[in-house]
């Protein structure tokens, strides 16, 4: 049944004409008359009979025209609901991220006042699982390299943050720390620790070994960058480091690339209707606005970023 016409039929109930129903819906009493009978089709007994000249509803119909006006108000109340939770300001919003930007941007998020009530998740999928993970959280931090294929912009609403280049991290005391910029062929001979297949970065590696002309050792599949730098740091290989977003340490050095375009973008994933929700996009400004800072700070320094709460890689290390 169509709520229009059990609307309809309620009118005539309380007008007692179709020539008044008409009136007050704006439409000719012919039109009223067919969807009247539209709605007739979907009963098993009578909802209207003549009473003289006049159509007027039987009991059936009355009972129906009752039963409209609770499915009217009750339609009411739930787009009254679904308006104030789009517009409680308080509402929780969950935020979904890949460990480096979860170590960057949770924290202060979560020290920021006047924000919503957040839920975080960690979330290490491979790169073509992301999209997938804003069926569960209201934000996705997701990351993919620059040269890969872009997000399925049709399905989803995609806020680009960061382009964070990436860089090769080794111990201080190695061989290549002295060099300021390094080539593919400097560092294809070096063992390797690389992320699991699958995952963002591992494509850098693949386009070193192609530019090298051959195959890279990999010693570690290791995912989470903090355990990386340890690996770094106590010699067990080269591995690809954010820029920005990584606490390499002070045993730690980073080093660019410079023949291969090693970067990648950090952005926001979204369902479009989310961001109809006021708190949803209160959040998501401010994730913007941290971005922002550490683009910003990359800037000035030009050099990796390591975050305040760490101590800055001494002069001599560099």
Known sequence: ??????????????????????QAMH????????????????????????????????????????AAIEVSTALDRAGRAVDAYLDDPAA???????????????????????LPPMRFSDEDVPQAAFPALVADYDLVLAHRL????????????????????????????????SQTRLTAVDVAGEPWICVRE????????????????????IVHRVNEFTVV????????????????????GPGVVLRQLADLPATRHIDV?????TLHRVAVRTVLDAVRELAAQTGQMAGRTGEPQVPASEPPIPPTLK
């Open 1 to 22: 049944m169509d709520l229009h016409h059990l609307r309809l039929l309620r009118e005539l109930g309380d007008r007692g004409s179709l020539a008044a129903v008409a």
């Open 27 to 66: 439409i000719t009493p012919s039109a009223v008359s067919q969807q009247l009978r539209t709605l007739q089709r979907s009963a098993r007994v009578p909802l209207t009979e003549r009473e003289g000249r006049r159509l007027v509803l039987t009991e059936a119909g009355r009972a129906l025209a009752a």
């Open 92 to 114: 929780p919003v969950t935020v979904a991220a890949f460990h480096s930007a979860g170590l960057a941007w949770f924290g202060p998020l979560l020290g920021r006042a006047g």
């Open 146 to 177: 620059a040269h890969s294929p872009p997000w399925p912009a049709d399905r989803l609403t995609v806020v680009p943050l960061i382009h964070e280049p990436l860089y090769v991290a080794m111990p201080a005391g190695h061989r290549l720390a």
């Open 198 to 217: 699958g995952f963002p970065l591992e494509g850098v590696l693949t386009a070193i070994a192609a530019a090298a002309d051959r195959p890279l050792e």
């Open 229 to 248: 730098a340890g690996l770094v740091a106590a010699g067990g290989g080269l591995a690809l480091l954010p820029a920005y977003t990584s606490r390499p």
């Open 269 to 273: 994933l979204t369902r479009p209707e």
